[in-house]
């Protein structure tokens, strides 16, 4: 090997090292995250998502269907499958693609790409796949934050 090619090679090797050093935590995503901080309780994942009663045990009432930040309601009842995320800090522990997050028993902020609104308790948040929700207790209660990455 030339002299100039190992420096590059070296190089590579060294800023390849420092990108996997500051990526956080590895997972095979495919999908959405959610990401549970400060220990929330009660935050509940669901994934396998229809607008019609599959027959799946899970109820999601679901307050933007298309995603994004538009109103399209779509009713729960039998339309998708739903896992707690007590005692997880990520939803990629569980599913490795997360399509909508809620919390059970209280209602909660969301700040969807910037533009934020109060989203009842039991209401679920649908995220597409190359978004992540990163959920905080806070002074004003639980707040949501989706992003893309």
Not at 13 to 34: R, Y
Not at 89 to 97: A, K, P, Q
């Amino acid at each position: 090997m030339r002299p100039s090619t190992r420096g590059i090679t070296a190089a590579l090797a060294a800023g390849a090292a420092l990108l996997l050093a500051n990526a956080g935590p590895a997972h095979a995503v495919t999908g959405g995250d959610v990401i549970r901080h400060d220990s929330i309780q009660n935050l509940v994942i669901a994934k396998d998502i229809r607008n019609y009663n599959a027959g799946y045990g899970g109820n999601c009432s679901i307050w933007n269907w298309g995603g994004g930040n538009t109103w399209n309601w779509v009713q729960g009842g039998g339309n998708c499958r739903t896992a707690s995320m007590n005692g997880r800090t990520y939803s990629w522990t569980l599913w490795n693609d997360t399509d909508a997050f809620t919390l059970q028993y209280e209602s909660y902020w969301l700040n969807m790409h910037g533009s934020w609104r109060h989203v009842n308790a039991n209401v679920y948040t649908k995220i597409q796949d190359h978004e992540n929700a990163h959920c905080y207790r806070e002074s004003d209660g639980v707040n949501c934050y989706v992003s893309y990455g």
